[in-house]
Structures are given as C-alpha cells and as structure tokens.
C-alpha cells in the first residue's frame, strides 16, 4: 500500500527561524509532490509543488526533493506566527488520486 | 477562473438520520472529483472519486456513497448516520493529478 510519512509534532519554532517539514513516500514511481497547509478548521491549500530533483523556492518557502531517497522537505525561512498550521505532504501515484501524510503540526514562538 | 462550492457549512445530525453533501465545481468541464474525510485529530481519507458522470469509486467499505448526476456535481449520502461519521468532509477537484487538488471550504458534521 502507497505511503506517506509525516512526523507528526508539534515542530516549535522561534519567529524569524527556519521550520523544517519532512515527509518519505514509499511508491518510487511517484512523480508530483505536494505540500499543503491547513490551519485549524478550514480546507487545506495548496502552496507548493515539486516535480523534479533538487529544491524549488517560492517566496520564504523552498521545496525539496530527492527521489533516491523517497524524501520530500519543506524549509519556511523567517517563519512568522501566522505559517503556524498543520502542512500536510501530499504525492501523485499516477492512479487517479494523490495519498496525504497525516501532516506535521507547526507552532511558531512569538 | 475555477471555483468549488461545498455545503452546507456546518451540520448536526442525529444517529440514523439521512445525510446529502453536494460539491459544485464552476468553471472546468470534467473534472476528477473527490470526497475526503477527516477526523478530529486524524488525516485525511480518501471516501469516494470519480473521473466522469456516472463513474464512482470507493476506497473505504462503510454506510456513505457517492453519486455524480451531473460533470460538475458530486453528493455524498448516506442512509442512517453513525456517530463515528462525524467528522470533517472535504470535497475537491482536479484536472490534472500533476497540479494537486483544490479543497472546498468543507462540511463539520456532527453526529449526535
């Protein structure tokens, strides 16, 4: 059965630090992955994405992928109060529907 | 643009009453459609896809199903509610597996 590993948390970390996300999958012939945050009662949203090897960077958000190792990551730089949610790593099996990690709890310290 | 309308926003329902979600999507034509579930504290499960009218697949045996009467629209049912069918359900649609889903704004349903 496909997987998807999130530690759980929570992960606290000091505003204006770096968080930290990581996520293993265990289907190699996966070929998208995601990264989701939801915040506390709403729908989670989509904010990255990654296709290929190596780290794709938006804003203070930089995903990294490295399918060697089935691992996906997500760095938040200058972390802010409001990046505290639950970010949930997602991945595409090519079989009509994408597996979810149980997500990874995220506070950021004021 | 694209859009996706789930309702209601927030339900109570008592054990063994019948329960109808609807999901609209606006803006796309055959899209893939999905219902997920999550529970207090729990990730998301998938419940219920669909790739075209009348083509439904369930991913987890239990009292819901699914129907998809019209390209853009998907219902979640069910006959007689259990207390365990509380939780948080999202509905959510794609295109393209490559981009991701986009979630609705979801249903809280609470059985009581």
């Known amino acids: 059965q496909k997987e998807v590993e999130q530690n759980s948390g929570p992960l606290s970390v000091p505003e204006g630090a770096i968080a930290s996300l990581n996520c293993t999958y265990s289907?190699?012939?996966?070929?998208?992955f995601f990264w989701y945050r939801q915040y506390s009662g709403k729908s989670p949203e989509l904010i990255m994405s990654?296709?290929?090897?190596g780290d794709k960077e938006d804003g203070r958000f930089t995903a990294q992928l490295n399918k060697a190792s089935q691992y996906v990551s997500l760095l938040i730089r200058d972390s802010q109060p409001s990046d505290s949610a639950t970010y949930l790593c997602?991945?595409?099996?090519?079989?009509?529907?994408?597996?979810f990690g149980k997500g990874t709890r995220l506070h950021i310290l004021p | 643009s694209q859009t996706i309308h789930q309702w209601p926003a927030t339900l109570v329902q008592p054990v063994g009453s019948p329960l109808s979600l609807e999901c609209t999507v606006e803006?796309?034509?055959?899209?893939?459609l999905y219902w997920y579930r999550q529970a207090a504290g729990r990730g998301l499960q998938l419940l219920f896809y669909?790739?075209?009218?009348?083509?439904i697949s369930s991913e987890v045996p239990q009292n819901l199903s699914a129907s998809r009467p019209q390209d853009r629209q998907f219902i979640l049912s069910s006959k007689k509610l259990l207390l365990s069918d509380s939780g948080f359900y999202l509905c959510?649609?794609?295109?393209?597996?490559?981009?991701?889903?986009?979630f609705g704004s979801g249903t809280r349903l609470t059985v009581v």
């Open positions: 669909s790739v075209g009218i009348g083509q």
């Open positions: 997602a991945v595409n099996g090519l079989d009509d529907k994408i597996i």
């Open positions: 959510a649609w794609s295109l393209n597996l490559n981009y991701g889903y986009t």
């Open positions: 803006g796309t034509s055959n899209p893939n």
């Open positions: 289907d190699r012939g996966s070929q998208s």
């Open positions: 990654i296709y290929s090897n």
